[in-house]
């Protein structure tokens, strides 16, 4: 059995790697969505390189959350390599340690990885992501020509005044607020009765309040308004399911989220398959060690050339992208959230564990 000094090493080692590759994909991520948001948002009044620095800030642990599993992958290949490089392992080999007692510490490094990811970063992301919209939604209000506008969504209301088509530019505090958002009111004909823009729409208890109107009724001439009411059944747990980004609720809200959305007959795939993920992210991140690993070890014990290690890290890109068709599937509904994020993960870890047992076992 690995000793307490020596896994203590192998840990430190694996943490240390592992924050260097935080600190450089942080860096890069921070310059490039810097550089992105800028070329789309110099052009509106309120815009400041400053603010939109932050912005980018604010941003940077939602993108990091889809790169930690590459993370994993890379910081366990650099530590195995550089043990590997220095005969630490051929020594520690020597004393009777095995594959699996080595690699007890970056599996407990890539489990405390995710752990982090989930109780940690994951609701500062959330929090910052929402927040950023909120601000370059409040940048882009009333600029009906901005090219970085995302695609209106919509949606159909009935009450007993007719139906209702409701789009938005934007949308934020989870979808309960659309900003520069239009209702076009028809009548129990179907024929148009009226439009009204509104520079913010927000869902409250039976009705939606717009702010800043302008009515349009064919053959008059448009009226302003401060505020009017429109009549609403929609639920707020229906608008978020339609509207709201699932990575934009943290994970403790998750399963309130769900269970209220499902108490009202909504399926809440989009965040049963969020909240699943999650959970199986840690488990994610100990496959990509294990993937790692395998790569890794033959490469120094056999003479391997730098193949083996882009063979490593294509299965390690195969994996992920499998994992995310496989979540797509799970957020349309053609499988079961918990099927669609643990299958994944199962079946590579499985396969990490059969071919290190073929090659250091026999």
């Known amino acids: 059995m690995i000793g ?3 896994g203590r090493y192998f840990f430190l080692r694996y943490v240390t790697i592992t924050a260097y590759f935080l600190l450089g994909s942080f860096a890069l991520a921070l310059i490039l969505d810097f550089t ?3 070329g789309k948002l110099s052009a509106l009044p309120d815009y400041s390189p400053l603010a939109a620095f932050g912005i980018s800030a604010m941003r940077i642990p939602f993108i990091m959350q889809q790169v930690f599993p590459f993370i994993a992958l890379f910081s366990a290949m650099a530590t195995l390599i550089s043990l590997n490089r220095k005969y630490e392992l051929v020594v520690a080999r020597s004393v009777g340690v095995s594959a699996w007692q080595f690699l007890l510490p970056a599996c407990a490094g890539a489990l405390l990885f995710g752990l982090i990811a989930i109780l940690l970063v994951n609701p500062l992301a959330a929090h910052g992501y929402e927040r950023s919209e909120q601000i370059t939604s409040a940048w882009r209000s009333g600029k009906a020509n901005d090219v970085g506008t995302n695609r209106v ?3 159909r209301q009935k009450t007993e005044d007719g139906e209702t088509i409701i789009g938005a530019k934007s949308i934020v ?3 309960l607020r659309l900003v520069d958002a239009t ?10 009765r009226e439009r009204l823009d509104a520079r913010t729409a927000d869902l409250k208890d039976g009705y939606w309040e717009l702010n800043n109107v302008t009515k349009f009724v064919l053959g008059e001439t448009p009226v302003p308004l401060d505020s009017i009411r429109i009549p609403t059944h929609l639920r707020p747990e229906f608008v978020e399911e339609s509207l709201a980004k699932p990575e934009t609720i943290p994970f403790f809200e998750l399963r309130n989220k769900i269970a209220a959305a499902r108490s009202f007959g909504y399926s809440a795939n989009s965040f049963d398959m969020h909240f699943q993920s999650l959970l199986a992210l840690p488990a994610l991140l100990m496959a990509m060690t294990l993937i790692a690993a395998t790569v890794s070890l033959k490469f120094v014990r056999f003479g391997q050339s730098g193949t083996m290690i882009l063979g490593g890290v294509l299965a390690g890109f195969v994996l992920y992208v499998v994992t995310v068709v496989v979540k797509a599937f799970g957020n349309a509904g053609f499988v079961p959230p918990f099927i669609a994020a643990w299958t994944p993960v199962l079946i590579a870890t499985f396969f990490g564990v ?3 047992l073929h090659k250091e076992d026999g």
């Open 4 to 6: 307490w000094t020596l």
């Open 173 to 175: 505090n989870r979808g």
């Open 183 to 192: 209702f076009i009111r028809l009548d129990k004909n179907q024929d148009i």
């Open 153 to 155: 969504p919509w949606l």
């Open 36 to 38: 992105e948001l800028s």
């Open 354 to 356: 059969s071919f290190l």
